[in-house]
Structures are given as structure tokens and as C-alpha cells.
């Protein structure tokens, strides 16, 4: 009788203790660093119908970083950055990246040009996390996504340069600051060609251009025209967190 109660009372705190642990264990989590010398405004934008993350939109301040929990499901969706922010009349706005003058973006795109994170979350057999980073709309500020802690192969992608002293001239969008951000080839002479549109909105016939090029050789792991590569999206098994980093 002993005996049995004893092996109960342990099978009680092995629950317990169990039940503990799965209570305390951290799920996955997101996090966003601004490593830059700079303030930055980070902004989340989910796909149709996707949760909104953090409410779309927070302040960061300079060597900072924000973490919160992933989603638990499905999701897919994208973070960029918003600078030279301010308030002015009781409107807020920024010079990149704009969520139409909200500190919040609540599911809201930005203006481009911006360099943009994109995420699909929780898919496939083995809880696969796909991330990239885009440069088809443009730079504002370098980044790049590190997985941690995740199955199979993972690695660091994104654009670590500075792009805005470089720009080409045509390309570059000008304010008190000087250069704050280097536009697409698309927004800046709009042709089906360059936009990979109509007849050019295909694999085969859209193709780089010099000004993709321009992208593509100061940051070669990431997507610089409308059908790049599909390789440049990696995919990752369950990560404990995922990290976007600006200026790293």
C-alpha cells in the first residue's frame, strides 16, 4: 500500500512538474533590432485576413530591440522600417516607409522605397518558417533575418551595405537629410519592362536590369526584380526565434 501511494505521489509531481515546464517554456518569438545610430520606426503588415502584429507598428529607439510572441498559426506577412519620423500639427509622418501618417499601421502597406522582410510562418510538414529579404521596392535601411535555434538549413539573409551612399542619381530620393532612400528602377521611370508588367510579367521575359544589378551586386541574397530567384527564400524548421535586424 505504501509502495503504491509512493508511486503515485511521484507519477502527481512528475505531472506537475511536466505541466510546469510546458507552462514556463518560451513559444516562438519575433524580435526586432535597431542596431542603427538612428531612431527607426519598424512596421508589420500581415497578408489578407492575417493577424496584425505588435499593432502594426511601434517606435524603436537607436541600439534597441523589441521582442513578442510569433503567431501560433499560419502567417504570412512583412517588416520594414519607417525613418526621419516626426509630428507636426497633430499628423505623424515619416520620410520612408509611411503607413499613411500613422504611428500604428494597424494592417496598413508603406510607401516605398523600403527594404522589406517577407515571412511565411507555420507551413508545410515540419513547421517550416520561410523568410527573405526584397530590395524590388527599394532601400531605406540595411537588414537582415537570422533564425535561431531552427532545423535543417538556416542562414542569415538580407543586406548588410549601405545603399544610400551609393545610390545612382536617378534613383535616389532626396530630403533635408540627403539621400534617405534609393527607389526601385519601376517607381522611378515606371515602364512595363522595368515594372515587370503585361507582357514582361513572366519568368521568361522579366528580366534584370542595370539598376537591378545595382542591388543585386551590393546584396547578392536578396530578391532585387519581381521574378528573381525563388531560391532566395529559405525555409527553416521551427524556429525558437527570428530575428530582423536593421543596420547589423
Not at 535597431?34 to 485576413?49: E, K, L, R, V
Not at 542619381?169 to 521611370?189: D, M, T
Amino acid at each position: 500500500m505504501a509502495r503504491s501511494h509512493s508511486i503515485l505521489l511521484l507519477s502527481a509531481t512528475l505531472l506537475i512538474l511536466c505541466s510546469l515546464a510546458h507552462a514556463t517554456s518560451p513559444g516562438h518569438i519575433l524580435t526586432v533590432v535597431n542596431n542603427c545610430p538612428f531612431p527607426i520606426w519598424p512596421a508589420i503588415q500581415p497578408n489578407t485576413g492575417g493577424q496584425i502584429l505588435e499593432r502594426g507598428g511601434f517606435f524603436l529607439p537607436s541600439l534597441s530591440h523589441r521582442s513578442f510572441p510569433a503567431p501560433t498559426q499560419s502567417w504570412s506577412g512583412r517588416i520594414w522600417a519607417r525613418t526621419h519620423c516626426s509630428r507636426s500639427n497633430n499628423r505623424f509622418s515619416c520620410l520612408t516607409g509611411d503607413c499613411g501618417g500613422k504611428l500604428e499601421c494597424n494592417g496598413a502597406g508603406g510607401a516605398t522605397p523600403a527594404t522589406l522582410a517577407q515571412f511565411v510562418l507555420h507551413h508545410g510538414p515540419n513547421d517550416l518558417w520561410s523568410y527573405g529579404v526584397s530590395l524590388v521596392d527599394g532601400f531605406n535601411v540595411p537588414m537582415t533575418v537570422t533564425p535561431h535555434e531552427g532545423k535543417g538549413v538556416c542562414p542569415v539573409v538580407g543586406c548588410k551595405a549601405d545603399l544610400l551612399a551609393t545610390c545612382p542619381g536617378q534613383l535616389q530620393v532626396r530630403s533635408h537629410p540627403g539621400v534617405v532612400a534609393c527607389k526601385s528602377a519601376c517607381e522611378a521611370f515606371g515602364s512595363d519592362e522595368l515594372c515587370c508588367r503585361n507582357k514582361y510579367n513572366s519568368p521568361q521575359t522579366c528580366r534584370a536590369s542595370s539598376f537591378s544589378q545595382f542591388f543585386k551586386h551590393a546584396c547578392p541574397a536578396t530578391f532585387t526584380y519581381a521574378h528573381d530567384s525563388p531560391t532566395l527564400m529559405h525555409q527553416c524548421s521551427s524556429p525558437r526565434e527570428l530575428k530582423v535586424i536593421f543596420c547589423h
